[in-house]
């Protein structure tokens, strides 16, 4: 039997999805071997489960990729969307489907191991053993934990190398540590067993009881060092005092005035998902998590998929929740947390004050994420990632192309363009253009050329497989102009069937970047402060490459015009006298046997050349010459 191609396995999934009720409920996608791919909610089923079988223009690469595998689907109809978020969120979790958001509860426990022996250590551990050390636990938050305890070594200056006491006393010199006063080094063999158990108990009372029951307990035993005239052993105790209350103020740049709230932000890169997740118990950051998911789509629709993972495996739900944009079926998710929780649950999306800044706060980490996994700086990461929100882009735009048109009342007519990959220039893809077609001052028709000519150039590379250079496509163009020249570029792009989103950069009357331009208005930008910043540089950018080569061209046209004038000096003996030459100058102070001597030179061009520089009468020249033509004559 014949295997049903991709197309028309498409369709007989379409006309199935077309019979499916109008009603809310739950889809299951199945791949060939019948394994479950992928498990969504619907608020009915027709419109949304057809959605995925008809035209795949708009859809993500990973939302392609799943349709691609799809085999055949089942429903399960609900009396609600509701019913339906509840089912689908208990499906998931059951089935782990390959293309869903995935958040799996590894994370597990933190535990402190303390080992035993007359040296004891310290240290983080995800499973308690049978090896006869002490393990203190669990703790919920593996972050706060690792937080604490490396507060904890810093603080007491304890060893956290693998040699072994006192076998390894005097056994090569103390590392970095010791030197930048992070590490008591008992490796020198000079500290008494005494008192490092005086450190290491005290950094253990620090890690049980936190930073204030230490203080007190420190504070306590620096007095009466103090009084019993130790005056080493109570500066030696101040220090760790100090070293606490310095932790404590560090640690107080991120606290809240609510009380207990989850704070969520994403960042979206070409290719992936960066979920950053704060947790506030008490008014204070508690914990944090981090996720990095394959595939991008709307902000809205991500944010809710995540939150209903994110909850399903979680037994905790706080009271409050703060997100850094608006999530799909909000008010469908507050129910399912506030049943989830026996309580109400608010989900909001702060604009100002301190709870913003907390969203800044964790957005910035989720840019982060995607900096790390993509290999750019954070910073870049986050305008891209602002740029992508501020534009209504579905990825963040990794590959920036932009436009600029640069003449002289219409005389000597190019433009440039310049490339951004990942927030920077890349001066390897600049490139320049002649303006051949368009006459005059017409910075609309020029543009228009220019774009015509790029994505020309980029159907000829893909007819020829090549993907790079003009082979690429952009993930974004910017045009150094206004609406008129979105509205005069876009039709071109269009009846290409480019599919790439299209701005203009507008100035105001002192030349900075003012807004973002579309074809139908302009959008603010100057309240991000990045994605500003990323866009200034490029329009700068791309003006100052396109107005250096308008410079360059009428320095040449003026230099040809110069030596064209001459009567026997075309075009191509022109550019050989300068290349010769190196300038107009060098030409006209050259005697006539050096002209003469010139590539693509004759000795009557040679005289012409010498005459319209030195004011010689046509015919003259050096005895030498003259008799050499005498002599032929």
């Not at 809310?24 to 394994?35: A, F, L, S």
């Not at 007519?413 to 006459?439: C, H, W």
């Not at 050096?594 to 040679?606: F, I």
Request: contains cysteine; positive net charge.
């Amino acid at each position: 039997m014949d295997a049903v191609s991709p197309i028309e396995k498409k369709k007989e999934l379409r006309k199935k999805a077309m019979q499916l009720p109008l009603s809310p409920g739950v889809y299951i996608m199945h791949g060939k071997t019948g394994e479950i791919i992928y498990i969504g909610k619907a608020k009915a089923l027709k419109n949304r489960v057809s959605q995925y079988f008809g035209s795949d223009r708009n859809h993500e690469p990973k939302v392609r990729r799943m349709v691609s595998n799809v085999d055949w689907f089942e429903y399960i109809v609900t009396d609600s969307e509701f019913e339906a978020l509840v089912l689908e969120s208990s499906l998931i979790k059951q089935n782990q489907p390959k293309y869903n958001i995935l958040l799996k509860d590894d994370k597990g426990y933190s535990y402190i191991r303390v080992s035993g022996g007359h040296w004891p250590r310290i240290t983080e551990v995800k499973k308690v053993e049978d090896d006869g050390a002490k393990y203190i636990g669990p703790y919920l938050s593996s972050w706060s934990i690792k937080q604490t305890f490396d507060s904890a070594r810093k603080i007491f200056r304890l060893s956290d190398c693998n040699k072994k006491f006192p076998q390894d006393f005097g056994r090569g010199r103390p590392c970095l540590n010791y030197y930048i006063k992070q590490c008591c080094a008992p490796c020198r063999g000079r500290m008494s067993e005494e008192d490092y158990n005086e450190a290491f108990q005290q950094a253990l009372d620090f890690i049980k009881g936190g930073s204030s029951t230490s203080v007190k307990a420190l504070t306590a035993r620096m007095e009466e060092a103090a009084g019993n005239m130790e005056f080493e052993l109570a500066a030696r105790l101040r220090d760790r005092i100090a070293a606490i209350n310095r932790m404590k103020e560090r640690q107080k740049v991120v606290a809240s005035r609510v009380e207990e709230q989850d704070v969520f932000a994403l960042a979206q890169g070409e290719t992936h998902t960066a979920f950053e997740v704060f947790r506030f118990t008490g008014g204070k950051l508690s914990d944090r998590e981090s996720f990095l998911t394959e595939g991008c789509q709307p902000d809205p629709e991500a944010r809710s998929e995540f939150l209903r993972q994110y909850y399903s495996i979680r037994d905790r739900v706080p009271p409050a929740l703060a997100l850094d944009g608006e999530v799909e079926d909000q008010a469908l998710l507050e129910r399912w947390l506030s049943e989830k929780r026996g309580r109400a649950v608010h989900i909001t999306v702060p604009q100002r004050g301190e709870q913003h800044q907390l969203v800044q706060m964790c957005r910035n980490n989720a840019a982060e994420s995607i900096a790390q996994h993509t290999g750019t700086a954070g910073r870049d990461a986050s305008a891209l990632d602002e740029l992508r929100r501020l534009l209504g882009l579905e990825k963040a735009p990794a590959y920036i192309e932009s436009y600029d048109i640069s003449n002289l009342q219409g005389g000597e007519n190019v433009a440039g363009m310049v490339v951004f990959e990942n927030g920077r220039p890349l001066k390897s893809a600049y490139r320049k253009f002649k303006i051949k077609t368009v006459d005059g001052q017409d910075d609309y028709g020029s543009m228009r050329e220019v774009i015509r000519r790029r994505f020309q150039e980029y159907k000829a590379h893909q007819a020829e497989g090549d993907g790079t250079g003009f082979g690429r496509l952009p993930d974004l163009i910017l045009l150094d102009g206004g609406k008129g020249h979105v509205a005069a570029v876009q039709p071109l792009l269009d009846e290409m069937g480019v599919s790439v989103p299209l701005f203009g950069m507008v100035k105001d009357d002192k030349h900075r970047t003012r807004a973002i331009a579309l074809s139908g208005g302009e959008i603010a930008i100057s309240s991000t402060r990045r994605a500003f910043t990323l866009v200034s540089s490029i329009q700068d950018e791309v003006h100052r490459f396109a107005i250096g080569y308008h410079r360059q061209q009428r320095k040449k046209a003026a230099i040809s015009s110069t030596l064209t004038s001459i009567e026997g000096i075309g075009q191509a003996r022109a550019k050989a006298l300068l290349k010769h030459f190196k300038t107009v100058s060098n030409v006209a102070s050259a005697d006539l046997q050096e002209l003469e001597n010139a590539p693509g030179m004759t000795k009557p061009a040679a005289r012409r050349v010498y005459g319209f520089f030195h004011d010689m009468p046509e015919g003259e020249g050096t005895a030498g010459e003259a008799g050499a033509e005498n002599h032929g004559g």
